[in-house]
């Protein structure tokens, strides 16, 4: 979970990051009672990358080209998202900015102090710019005042940017936090460091123990209903979507690879669940095959999904029960579509039951015993398909969710 940009600068003030002032605009008259002096910047409050190219970044010098700045901004789309907030902040005088961040290193199982002399950069793909440090053991000021050091940094900006970090990662480690950025820090000419924007990511599956972080994702949600399974949705590490093809994978890279591979074959792309991780909500321990059996039935029950692509990449445990989840699933809808022909007395199936197509894809030598078991199981179900490779599952998979005219 993102917060925005005014959540995050709260968090800042609260820990002694420096924040410029600023104020919450919720509608554009708003700012005829603005409580900080002009000249001021209006920030459109959403979550898309890039919105001063877009125009969701307005500097205005009086009240009247406030308002109709921000009038222009609450009705601006960025990727999709009209902001219910505008941020209005003080202008600031910097001749140098830097960028910093505190992210959780999976690959090392620990937090990692990043820095860079350059500001609007991408930790993921700067290179050599990108000077970190790895808290190898409990955090101390020595972390920090290396990771500057590394920087380039010298006298009162090292001290300064030093503490800083060390203000990053205590609110990282309090908040349990997979990244807190700021992008750009601002040098003034009097060598003062100013935070002038930042992003923080939660860890998902700490919302819970943290009340203000539950009652703000609980917001998230309410705003943005969607569809009665969104519900279900809201815990799961997911995508939202409303395509016909719905996809299940063991991995975020497998997921979204694979939506991506739908899309650039015509395909409408529908829900999208990881099932490497729980429910979010969840009290108790769950199990792979708990998920992708809940997972099954989430994507079964969405009336718009016609096609079900399974996407199982490397190893995964429980890999026969897997194979026997899915052969449960296909031989019960198989029943069920009898069951439902035998009830209609010759006439149609009816329009509210959903009897999705499942194309199942397992890469990995520890799958080959469920691969095998799910070729002998398609034999007998017109409603399993079983490939060997991604590119021709998606093929199937798009073929399927076509319209019967489109087949021939």
């Known amino acids: 979970m ?40 209006l920030k459109s409050q959403v979550h898309g990358a890039e919105r001063a190219k877009a125009g969701g970044v307005r500097f205005a010098e009086t009240t009247i080209d406030a308002i109709a700045a921000a009038q222009n901004i609450f009705t601006l789309p960025i990727w999709g998202e009209l902001p219910e907030v505008v941020l209005a902040e003080s202008q600031y005088d910097a001749n140098q900015e ?5 992210v959780l290193d999976t690959a090392v ?23 970190h440090v790895v808290v190898e053991q409990e955090f101390s000021p020595f972390y920090a005042r290396r990771l500057a050091l590394k920087m380039g940094l010298q006298g ?6 030093s503490n800083v970090v060390q203000k990053m990662y205590h609110l990282f480690v309090q908040k349990d936090l997979d990244l807190v950025e700021i992008n750009p820090l601002a040098v003034n000419p009097n060598g003062e460091v100013m935070a002038l924007n930042g992003k923080v990511r939660v860890n998902e599956r700490a919302i819970k123990r943290h009340p203000d972080l539950e009652q703000m994702a609980a917001k998230i949600i309410s705003r ?18 409303h395509g016909k093809i719905g996809i299940l994978g063991n991995g975020t890279g497998s997921v979204m690879a694979t939506l991506d591979l739908v899309a650039n ?47 199982f990449l490397g190893s995964i445990p429980q890999a026969e029960e897997v194979a026997q989840i899915i052969a449960k ?32 894809r397992l890469a990995g030598s520890e799958l080959n015993a469920a691969k095998k078991y799910l070729a002998t199981l398609k034999k007998t179900s017109s409603a399993l398909v079983v490939v060997e490779n991604l590119d021709e599952a998606v093929e199937v998979a798009v073929h399927l969710a076509k319209p019967t005219a489109n087949k021939k």
């Open 2 to 41: 993102d917060l925005l940009e005014y959540q995050v600068k709260e968090w800042f003030a609260k820990i002694g990051i420096p924040v410029l002032p600023s104020q919450r605009i919720d509608h554009p008259t708003d700012l005829k009672r603005l409580k900080i002096g002009f000249p001021i910047v």
């Open 98 to 102: 830097f960028y910093l961040a505190v």
């Open 109 to 131: 199982c620990r937090p990692v102090l990043l820095g860079c002399k350059e500001a609007d950069i991408d930790w993921e793909s700067a290179g050599e710019k990108m000077h």
């Open 156 to 161: 009162t900006l090292m001290q300064s940017v």
């Open 224 to 241: 943005h209903p969607s569809t009665e399974i969104n519900g279900i949705l809201g815990d799961w590490d997911g995508v939202q979507m």
């Open 265 to 311: 074959a015509g395909g409408k792309p529908g829900v999208c669940l990881n099932l490497r991780h729980a429910f979010l909500t969840d009290t108790t321990p769950t199990t792979f095959s708990d998920r992708l059996e809940t997972g099954l039935k989430i994507l079964a029950a969405d009336k718009s999904i016609e096609v079900i692509l399974i996407n």
């Open 329 to 360: 699933f296909v031989q019960h809808d198989n029943n069920e579509l009898k069951l439902k022909v035998v009830r209609s007395n010759g006439s149609k199936i009816p329009p509210d039951l959903n009897f999705p197509s499942l194309v199942v």
